[in-house]
């Protein structure tokens, strides 16, 4: 096997691995809109501040999901890896 | 919902402002092609974030267990979104990919600073309501 091929084949595994993250966040928000949902419907009339609050916290929380979604990215299509192999 | 609004036109306010900073530091330091990323990452930054603000509030209306799996659909949904822009700005040699993440994260930095320094006008800051 040569050693680009070798690289290759680890960025390709390192990208599905880095693609793990954007699960968590996922994950995460609808735990958080599930329990957003129970909360409206305990007070109804903090609908608005509930959201809010709720909105400022998913927007955050994504951004992990999406920096594993720009390494998958990066290793599978501008691999700065291969330019080291000379 | 009229504090989601007014939170969303703040962040807003606070995304333009630090981009249009942005944008003339990166012409008149760097090249277009980093002022364009900085544009694009941005635009599509704002535009996500308004998706999740429709989208918690439809799923707030939901029942726990359809609310979650709903804010999770929308979450794949927005992810693809982001995929594409990335992989646009990846194979497009006129888009700077890294301008493209700080674009991106401007909208998150605002946020932040937002709420770390409290910046939300006077009427919200005092808006803690005791129970009587």
Same mark, same amino acid.
């Given at each position: 096997m040569s050693d680009q091929a070798l +690289?290759?084949?680890?960025?390709?595994?390192? /990208?599905?691995?880095?693609?793990?993250?954007?699960?968590?966040?996922?994950?995460?928000?609808?735990? /958080?809109?599930?329990?957003?949902a129970e909360a +409206?419907?305990?007070?109804?009339?903090?609908?608005?501040?509930? +959201?809010? +609050?709720?909105?400022?916290?998913?927007?955050?929380?994504?951004?992990?999901?999406?920096?594993?979604?720009?390494? /998958?990215?990066?290793l599978l299509f501008a691999n700065p890896l291969i330019g080291l192999l000379g | 919902?009229?504090? @989601?609004?007014? *939170?969303?036109? #703040? =962040? %807003?306010?606070? @995304?333009? %402002?630090?981009?249009? @900073?942005?944008?003339? #530091?990166?012409?008149?330091?760097?090249?277009?092609?980093?002022?364009y990323g900085i544009f694009i990452g941005s635009l599509i930054g704002v535009i996500n974030f308004h998706l999740l603000s429709l989208s918690l509030q439809k799923a707030v209306k939901l029942e726990p267990t359809k609310?979650?799996?709903?804010?999770f659909i929308q979450y794949i949904i927005r992810y693809i979104l982001w995929f594409l822009v990335f992989y646009i700005a990846l194979k497009r040699p006129d888009v700077n990919i890294l301008t *493209?993440? =700080?674009?991106? %994260?401007?909208?998150? =930095?605002v946020i932040l600073v937002i709420n770390v320094f409290n910046l939300y006008p006077l009427k919200r800051k005092f808006s803690r309501k005791e129970v009587s």
């Open positions: +690289v290759l084949a680890a960025s390709a595994i390192g /990208a599905g691995l880095a693609m793990i993250a954007g699960i968590g966040a996922g994950i995460g928000q609808g735990f /958080a809109a599930g329990k957003g +409206v419907g305990k007070q109804p009339e903090a609908q608005g501040d509930i +959201v809010r +609050v709720m909105l400022l916290g998913a927007a955050v929380a994504e951004t992990t999901g999406i920096y594993g979604l720009v390494i /998958a990215l990066i | 919902m009229k504090e @989601v609004k007014e *939170t969303k036109i #703040l =962040v %807003l306010k606070g @995304v333009a %402002l630090l981009n249009i @900073v942005l944008i003339l #530091l990166m012409l008149i330091f760097f090249d277009l092609r980093s002022a609310a979650g799996f709903y804010a *493209t993440i =700080v674009g991106m %994260l401007s909208v998150k =930095v």
